[in-house]
């Protein structure tokens, strides 16, 4: 499997280079066919319906595969037959942050007002514009309107999820890590300090435990770590208050525990997919 992670993590400090707004901003078509994305985690039970995941395979889409924990089964004949319980991706579709393959690509210019009106609350939906102007997509003296409504913040929503196309995330999840990839523009970002690193994967290992009996995976452990470092700037830029790393790490587990529990199902398919990736077939 690519060590590609999930998402950059904030508390690395080879985190990547700062990209200019203008990078992603200026083109108005989606991303050529074969431009393959960051590599994401994929949960095997939340797939985008009429996605097929052995033609991906053949494709070069899926990079690898993570068997399923052994605490879903007592039974190892079961085990050996059972699907993956995620799979390394590639491709163009967008993963939110629960692993799951939920829907294509943006049409940036045509849903910029329906994802703004996704945050029904308006100090909200001016903290998140808030901290797309700290990234400069309102210019540097700009700033949001009153409503978060005006053709300045559905230009800059534009930008912004082109950029989360190219990350092949939801907008909700690309935030984070629009934040950690992007510097502010001087005079008007906010520093953001993420928590510590050790402090989030100890309360994420901890909760996971008691809700699967095991570990979260180095890549569950990053998706946290982006999740709670979203939440944390969201709150900076007036947006909803940020749990305490221990309610955080108790919603990322439970909504990981649906799926893992059914990744049994469909097994004779992804064990043609596991083969497939692994050359065997």
């Known amino acids: 499997m690519s060590n590609i992670p999930v998402v950059p993590d904030p508390n690395d400090e080879a985190a990547p280079s700062n990209v200019a707004p203008s990078a992603f901003s200026t083109s108005t078509k989606g991303l050529a066919p074969d431009v393959k994305l960051p590599e994401r ?6 797939m985008l319906p009429g996605f097929d995941p052995v033609a991906a395979a053949q494709s070069g889409l899926i990079t690898g595969t993570t068997p399923i924990s052994p605490s879903v089964s007592t ?12 799979f390394g991706y590639i491709g163009q579709n967008l993963v ?4 799951v393959m939920v829907r294509p690509q943006y049409d940036a210019s045509g849903e910029a007002y329906s994802e703004l009106a ?7 939906r001016i903290g998140f514009l808030n901290a797309l102007a700290s990234r400069g997509l309102y210019g540097k003296s700009g700033k949001p309107s009153t409503t978060g409504f005006e053709s300045s913040d559905l ?3 534009t930008d912004f999820l082109r950029f989360a196309n190219s990350q092949g995330l939801t907008e ?5 890590v629009f934040l950690a990839q992007i510097k502010p523009v001087q005079g008007l970002g906010k520093t953001v300090r993420p928590d ?6 100890s309360a994420v290992d901890t909760v996971f435990r008691q809700f699967m009996a095991r570990d979260a995976t180095p890549e569950e452990k990053a998706a946290f770590r982006q999740m709670a470092f979203k939440q944390k700037s969201t709150e900076a830029y007036g947006g909803a208050k940020a749990p305490n790393i221990g309610v955080a790490a108790e919603a990322y587990a439970s909504n ?5 529990a059914q990744a049994t199902s469909a097994a004779s398919l992804f064990d043609i997919l596991d083969k497939k990736v692994k050359g065997l077939a």
């Open 172 to 176: 909700d999840v690309a935030l984070g």
């Open 96 to 99: 939110n942050g629960q692993g």
């Open 256 to 260: 990981r525990f649906g799926p893992e």
């Open 155 to 157: 230009s800059a929503m």
């Open 41 to 46: 985690q994929v949960q095997t039970s939340g």
């Open 75 to 86: 039974s190892s004949r079961i085990r050996e037959t059972a699907p993956p319980a995620s």
């Open 196 to 201: 510590a690193k050790q402090d989030l994967d």
């Open 118 to 124: 996704r945050i029904p609350d308006v100090g909200n």
